[in-house]
């Protein structure tokens, strides 16, 4: 199983950028699908941004146009501009197996955007 270290977050001023790293502990290059999620104090985690091995990314609505996911051999990034107050959440790498579906998770890095 594959293991994920988020690096990263912090606290950044409304309309301010933050670039989150996730490094995984072997190459994920051709079978791994991976995710940032993020969860908001009460709220549930949700999906922001996914790229599957081969290169196809999806976003979350709310993040279209801000966040850019993007990936290397063992490293998957979210480069994140304009930044909202709500965008603040503990934000989680997420690492699938392609052929096992076997979801391995980061332990979160923090964002907090504000004044």
């Known amino acids: 199983q594959v293991q994920l270290v988020e690096s990263g977050g912090g606290l950044v001023q409304p309309g301010g950028s933050l670039r989150l790293s996730c490094t995984a502990s072997?190459?994920?290059?051709?079978?791994?699908?991976m995710g940032w999620y993020r969860q908001a104090p009460g709220k549930q985690r949700e999906l922001v941004a996914s790229i599957t091995w081969g290169g196809s990314i999806n976003y979350a609505e709310s993040v279209k146009g801000r966040f850019t996911i993007s990936r290397d051999n063992a490293k998957v990034y979210l480069q994140m501009n304009s930044l909202k107050p709500e965008d603040t959440a503990v934000y989680y790498c997420?690492?699938?197996?392609?052929?096992?579906?076997?979801?391995?998770w980061g332990q979160g890095t923090q964002v907090t955007v504000s004044a």
């Open positions: 997420n690492a699938r197996q392609i052929y096992t579906n076997i979801v391995s």
């Open positions: 072997r190459s994920i290059s051709g079978i791994y699908d």
